[in-house]
């Protein structure tokens, strides 16, 4: 036996010995987090073992899981605001509807929308007009119960009606404290209006060019805190002002949003809907919007944010889905709250046009017809389409029942509905008390489980980009971590991505900080703030998808 017959055998007796499988992570009992701060604008796609970093692990399973495998094309639904068609990013991954005749005037495809080459904008119309400004859905409430309900007691009231009545009670106290709010930012602006000129001029003799650093001024307040109170004051606001990269603009701009606001948000005499829809209150009334996505993305610049993480976690180099992932814009937020109507047809539009995964970053306080998104939910959990949304931004718990956000997929408090609702939180970087993120919205009766969503780099429209944070970003990372699922594994029905997406993650048992106004200083398991208890990650969710794929 030769050379190479001796090496061909080995090679046989080699390759026919069972392939060891990748391990999935495990949950880490003792962390020793890095301090290198290298490469933070992807220290979401990061990896707890390999880098200490409480990322979702999604370059270790492209470098390691997906070389070799094909996907299919996967459409994921961007239910915001409009996005940034045009960004050099973003452009070649659009959803093109191939069914309609571009602006030729006519309904081709019979789906119920004009020339949709695109998508379709809810919250615009035909002559160019688009809500920048909608209403807080407590002022709808408001709107359409006052004349019935005002003034009155609940003893006053029919028991039939006291649902309703108990629902513009609380409308009225959030809109109350919502003006509340509103002069408290209103003082606060006067605060840096006043404020500014006047630290300038303290400090001119010494800085005549103002060309200070954050740490001399941090200097000039420690050296006359106690001599020049008032000096030192003047310094500790200029290096906010500097750290916090404000000016004179920014004020200006911060008061036109607060004018906005009271005109138009929190306004009971303003109705939004005037030039949109004829029948806000008519569910089976679709003749409205248009197919216009993208002439205010400037102003309403959330989408782009959404669609270029997606997009990013879906393709974190120029290669693999770069042509298989497909968002398709469906615009229905502007600033303020959406409209029930809007969200209901938005969610039957993707499902309607072949979306695989709807992403849904946004969220209210209150919902006017949740029956009407209900029902929507449940045609997408019919149609095998997977929704994604985020827990909100306040810091609540979830669990305590005045602390519920919208849209979610409970109904009266029953259990869940369906079994295609996954919703999101926050998390950060920071492992430690600090680890869910300070802003984010929590609780396991609601919350599914967590995603990196805290100083996260995305885009912006006119081929910009910027960190940002919010449980929205939280979700658009995991509609992402979704649509690779759905391209490797298209047999993996809605549901099975779902309980991949929450069984697949990793736990952490660390107490972080969960205050109350009664406890201040309240820590909680971060394993005990959502149903899975754990945070996403990509590795683990292909290794498990690759598994029950086999099975099926």
């Known amino acids: 036996m030769n050379k190479y017959t001796i090496l061909f055998v080995l090679y046989l007796v080699v390759s026919c010995k069972p392939i060891k499988l990748h391990q999935p992570i495990t949950s880490p009992t003792e962390i020793q987090q890095s301090t290198d701060k290298k490469d933070l604008k992807n220290w979401h796609f990061k990896d707890i073992e390999l880098d200490t970093i409480p990322g979702i692990s999604l370059t270790r399973a492209y470098d390691s899981l997906l070389i070799t495998k094909k996907s299919r094309q996967v459409i994921v639904a961007v239910i915001d605001t409009e996005i940034d068609i045009k960004h050099k990013n973003l452009k070649s991954n659009f959803w093109i509807n191939d069914d309609e005749v571009p602006n030729n005037g006519k309904d081709d495809d019979n789906n119920g929308y004009v020339d949709d080459i695109q998508g379709w904008n809810f919250i615009g119309n035909l002559d160019g007009y688009n809500i920048i400004y909608s209403n807080y859905e407590c002022v709808r409430i408001i709107q359409k119960f006052k004349d019935e309900f005002k003034g009155k007691e609940k003893e006053d009231i029919s028991v039939s009606r006291w649902a309703d009545y108990e629902l513009y009670i609380a409308a009225q106290k959030d809109h109350a404290a919502k003006i509340k709010a509103a002069q408290s930012n209103y003082k606060y602006v006067e605060f840096l209006r006043t404020g500014y000129p006047a630290a300038i001029k303290a400090l001119k003799e010494i800085y005549p060019k103002e060309d200070y650093s954050i740490s001399d001024l941090d200097s000039l307040y420690n050296l006359y805190k106690e001599s020049d109170k008032t000096f030192a004051k003047h310094a500790y606001f200029l290096a906010d002002w500097t750290k916090y990269d404000m000016s004179v603009n920014w004020v200006n701009n911060y008061q036109n949003q607060l004018d906005s606001i009271r005109l138009k948000t929190n306004n009971i005499e303003y109705v939004d809907r005037l030039k949109i829809d004829s029948y806000p209150e008519d569910i089976t009334y679709k003749n409205y919007g248009t197919p216009v996505i993208n002439n205010n993305s400037e102003a309403l610049y959330h989408g782009t944010k959404i669609a270029g993480l997606i997009l990013k976690t879906v393709t974190p180099s120029d290669k693999a889905l770069k042509s298989k992932l497909r968002l398709m814009p469906i615009p229905i937020s502007s600033n303020g709250d959406e409209h029930d109507k809007d969200i209901a047809l938005a969610i039957r539009y993707a499902v309607d046009n072949g979306a695989h995964i709807i992403n849904m970053s946004l969220g209210k306080d209150f919902s006017l017809h949740e029956d009407w998104v209900l029902d929507a939910i449940n045609f997408a959990a019919l149609n095998d389409v997977l929704i994604v949304t985020s827990s909100g931004n306040a810091a609540v718990d979830l669990n305590e029942t005045d602390n519920r956000t919208f849209p979610n997929d409970y109904g009266n408090e029953e259990g869940e509905i369906s079994d295609n609702f996954l919703m999101v939180g926050s998390s950060s970087q920071k492992i430690g008390k600090s680890f869910l993120s300070y802003f984010s919205n929590y609780g396991n009766r609601h919350v599914d489980l967590f995603a990196p969503g805290e100083d996260v780099f995305t885009t912006l429209p006119n081929n910009e980009y910027d960190f940002d944070s919010g449980t929205s970003l939280s979700t658009a990372i995991t509609s992402g971590v979704a649509a690779l699922i759905r391209s490797y594994y298209p047999d993996l029905t809605a549901s099975q991505v779902k309980h991949i997406l929450m ?50």
């Open 503 to 552: 069984d697949s993650g990793i736990e952490y048992t660390i107490p972080v900080a969960t205050p109350t106004a009664d406890d201040p200083d309240k820590m909680t398991p971060f394993n005990e703030l959502s149903k899975s208890g754990k945070i996403l990650n990509a590795y683990n969710a292909l290794i498990m998808a690759d598994k029950i794929s086999s099975e099926n």
